[in-house]
């Protein structure tokens, strides 16, 4: 049974960082996908990043635009881990956020293409 759990999120002063942990268990994650999402209140969830399935030599990672240049994801496959480092934070990145999985040939921002997710860390961000 595939479980997600998530850890790290917590409250933070803007233009602070934190590093959130997704553990996963249940199987062998080198032919998945890995992504963050968020959800604020009363918004819809919203794509993070994403980081390819760790069978390929080479990682390729995607970004929502509102993250870039912030936020860098990253998987520990020894580990069955994946981070995001979440740096220069905002108020507006304040959410509950989700790790999923997905065997996809490519790191998707598409919600409905992950099979797995987490039960959500939140994060506050204060001004």
């Known amino acids: 049974q595939v479980q997600l759990v998530e850890s790290g999120g917590g409250l933070v002063q803007a233009g602070g960082s934190l590093r959130l942990s997704c553990a996963a268990s249940g199987r062998t994650f080198n032919m998945d996908v890995m992504g963050w999402f968020r959800q604020a209140p009363g918004e819809e969830r919203e794509f993070v990043a994403a980081?390819?399935?760790?069978?390929?030599?080479?990682?390729?990672?995607n970004y929502a635009d509102s993250v870039k240049g912030r936020f860098t994801i990253s998987r520990d496959n020894a580990k069955n881990t994946m981070y995001l480092q979440m740096n220069s934070l905002k108020p507006e990145d304040t959410a509950v956020y989700y790790c999923a999985v997905g065997r996809r040939t490519v790191p998707t921002n598409k919600a409905y293409e992950y099979d797995y997710w987490g039960q959500g860390t939140q994060v506050t961000v204060s001004s």
């Open positions: 980081i390819s399935r760790s069978s390929i030599s080479v990682y390729y990672t």
